[in-house]
């Protein structure tokens, strides 16, 4: 597949590999924000590839893992409802919640179904007038214009049945938040490729400086990745802190203007809770007043409920690069993607989901020491 | 989740918010909105996520990072040669 299987070549990849190799001469440590370059890079075993000096952290960037208990005991809430169909991406329906999944929630009868994209959410609800049709809108940078475009077809076309449950994070404020903490231990940054096709990355030019990081913004597939890393360790060993465009083919530097422009009609900026982190000032969205009419919360009057974290999990600490799965003891024991005890064993993207699968051994020499 | 996948542009229909493409990812087809990506024309890969066109791929953007690969790898047989 073209844009594809080019990106992939492994002779290509180890040339790559031997360029980093070749550059590095103190040890680094370059965190991938993005929960899907996180699954390549267990996937197609990049870091093993690195020279050892090379530790790869890997970010908060599974919309997922970080979508907080109390807006997954909503969604609960909402979809046992008996008037309500409960749209979902799939990877959602696992995430446990304080009572149970939606899985559990659909066992028991509730409507729940999983959906490609937003619009077919909306879709539903107009072929269901009867019914109330609710999307979890769950996601990071890149999917919240489809998730505005949804909501403002719902305005224009008049669908009153649709609602969406707002749980949408933004990621430099986690960056910030990740750079602020006395724990961290992250040099450099790879920035999501998808995130920044949307946002453009003007924004991360004030992270890098005020944090004197480096930032790459970088694709998906195993090259682009390796080239990522060359960028940034380059930049670590010389001592800057710019931001570079590893995916130029997809992101420009102000981004999808169209996409943004809707974003912004739709959404306004909040401080939202982070599953495993806390609360981050400024760092979502939820729904402007205008299209409060289109707020789940609000229409099933779940807004005011809080809970708090079950603390035996350490997910908070992977998310942030602090720990590894398995230094966690009840990672591949008591906690599996059958069972998972929190959010980064649940998504395929969620970092212990991604060594349970690719990489279930204990004796990784890249562990960060403690 | 932030998963995009290229697929080229095969057809459009309708305009504006309502502008919507077929799209082929290797062989299989599959309809994505187009209203986020305006400039877009028959024939172009388009990055797809969540039923939506995010991005037009750079054909120029693309073929220059195809090509720093393969002259890092050339670098290095030289360097393995010397």
């Not at chain 1, 590839?49 to 907080?68: A, Y």
């Not at chain 1, 924004?203 to 480096?214: G, T």
């Not at chain 1, 299209?291 to 999990?313: K, P, Q, T």
Request: hydrophobic share 40%; aromatic share 8%.
């Amino acid at each position: 597949m073209k844009y594809v299987d080019e990106y992939r070549d492994q002779v290509q990849a180890e040339r790559l590999a031997q360029a980093i190799a070749r550059i590095t001469t103190r040890p680094w440590s370059i965190m991938e924000m993005c929960g899907g370059q996180t699954h390549s890079i267990v996937k197609y075993g990049i870091d093993e590839l690195l020279p050892t000096q090379i530790s790869l952290l890997h970010g908060p960037g599974c919309p997922v893992c970080v979508t907080p208990l109390e807006m997954v005991d909503k969604a609960l809430q909402i979809a046992a409802r008996p008037e309500v169909i409960f749209c979902s991406f799939g990877d959602m329906l696992r995430v446990p919640g304080s009572g149970g999944d939606l899985f559990s929630v659909k066992a028991m009868g509730g409507d729940v179904r999983i959906v490609y994209s937003p619009l077919d959410a909306l879709k539903l609800a107009r072929e269901n007038p009867l019914r109330q049709v609710v999307f979890f809108a769950v996601g990071f940078e890149t999917t919240a214009p489809a998730n505005a475009m949804a909501v403002f077809q719902a305005h224009t076309q008049k669908i009153p049945n649709f609602t969406v449950l707002v749980s949408h994070v933004l990621v430099p404020p986690a960056i910030a938040a990740l750079l602020d903490a006395p724990d961290n231990r992250t040099q450099g940054f790879l920035a999501a490729g998808h995130v920044c096709t949307v946002m453009g990355f003007e924004e991360y030019f004030r992270l890098a400086d005020r944090y004197h990081v480096p930032i790459v913004v970088t694709g998906f597939e195993p090259l682009d990745i390796l080239q990522g890393i060359l960028l940034c360790v380059r930049q670590l060993e010389a001592g800057h802190a710019e931001v570079e465009n590893q995916y130029a083919r997809s992101v420009q530097r102000e981004g999808n203007r169209p996409a943004q422009a809707l974003m912004e009609k739709v959404f306004r900026v909040v401080s939202r809770k982070w599953r495993g982190v806390g609360e981050i000032p400024r760092s979502g969205y939820c729904l402007r007043d205008e299209f409060s009419a289109y707020d789940a919360e609000l229409r099933f009057g779940v807004a005011d409920y809080h809970i708090d974290e079950d603390s035996e999990c350490i997910s908070g600490l992977v998310l942030r690069g602090v720990k590894r799965p398995h230094e966690c003891p009840a990672f591949g024991g008591r906690c599996t993607p059958e069972r998972p005890l929190g959010a980064t064993m649940v998504s395929g993207e969620g970092t212990c989901a991604a060594y349970y699968r690719y990489r279930r051994r204990q004796n990784d020499p890249r562990a960060p020491q403690s | 989740m932030c998963l995009a996948v290229p697929g080229k542009l095969l057809s459009i229909t309708g305009e504006g918010e309502s502008r919507m493409g077929q799209v082929s990812f290797g062989g299989v087809g599959k309809e994505a909105c187009l209203a986020f990506v305006p400039e877009v024309k028959v024939g172009d890969y388009v990055l797809v996520h969540a039923g939506f066109a995010i991005s037009v791929l750079d054909e120029a953007e693309a073929a220059q990072t195809l090509e720093y690969f393969r002259q890092i790898g050339e670098l290095g047989d030289l360097e393995g040669k010397g």
